[in-house]
């Protein structure tokens, strides 16, 4: 069975910063793309920022510049380093990984439980 799980969420004045990360573990025979999407109260679950296994880069128009996905293989671990934070940014995120469990199995989604990242004064 695969886990996603994230960490470093929390509560950020507006201009401030926070890392996430979000970690898969468990029968892992590879990773294709891995992701961050948010979901706002009473909002769509939108795509913030894909980063594919040789590292190329999508954003959502919102957050480019302030935003940076990054990845370490090795890890199985995906980051999202938030800078400029605005309180349109307050969501609850969530890590998404195209996982593969077995040379039989195609690549399917996963999801983490979601870490609530809220931008206020």
């Known amino acids: 069975q695969v886990q996603l799980v994230e960490s470093g969420g929390g509560l950020v004045q507006p201009g401030g910063s926070l890392r996430l990360s979000c970690t898969a573990s468990g029968i892992i025979f590879s990773i294709n793309n891995m992701g961050w999407y948010r979901q706002a109260p009473g909002a769509e679950r939108d795509l913030v920022a894909l980063?594919?296994?040789?590292?190329?880069?999508n954003y959502a128009n919102s957050v480019k510049g302030r935003f940076t996905i990054s990845r370490d293989n090795a890890k199985n671990t995906v980051y999202l380093q938030m800078n400029s934070l605005k309180p349109e940014d307050t969501a609850v995120y969530y890590c998404?990984?195209?996982?593969?469990?077995?040379?039989?199995?195609?690549?399917?989604?996963?999801w983490g439980q979601g870490t609530q990242v809220t931008v206020s004064s």
């Open positions: 980063i594919t296994t040789d590292a190329r880069t």
């Open positions: 998404n990984a195209h996982i593969r469990v077995d040379t039989a199995s195609s690549y399917a989604d996963h």
